[in-house]
């Protein structure tokens, strides 16, 4: 997607220094953190939102959870920590390519 902003951190196109890359997903800091650890973790292919989800990205999808596991444990907050996807405008979401928030350093609190 030529007009979306994490193709373009993706591909480089918007420099941003990434804490990990693989062939199927990359992770970097978000520049507007509301924790004192908050980075993204963007699958390489273009979803516009966790709603596209299908079975056919289930590889993908549990790829993603484990490179959260594996970086939550290189950067010591696996303890505690919070995965957030917004989908859609009523939940937050302002960009439309799917990425999971990985949120610590804080007492992030319950939901309900
Ligand atoms: P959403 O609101 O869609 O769930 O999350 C998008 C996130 O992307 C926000 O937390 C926002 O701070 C972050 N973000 C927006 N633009 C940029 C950018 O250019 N670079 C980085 N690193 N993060 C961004
Ligand atoms: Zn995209």
Redesign the pocket.
Known sequence: MNDC?FCK?IDGS?P?KKLYEDDICVA???????APT?F?VVPKKHLASAVEITDDDATMVGHIFAVISLLTQIFGISDGYRV???CGAK??????HL?F?VLAGKELGSFN
Do not use: W
């Open positions: 902003l951190i918007i941003t970097f800091n978000d520049s507007n953190p509301q908050h993204l957030v996807t917004n939940a937050g979401q302002s960009v439309q990425h928030h």
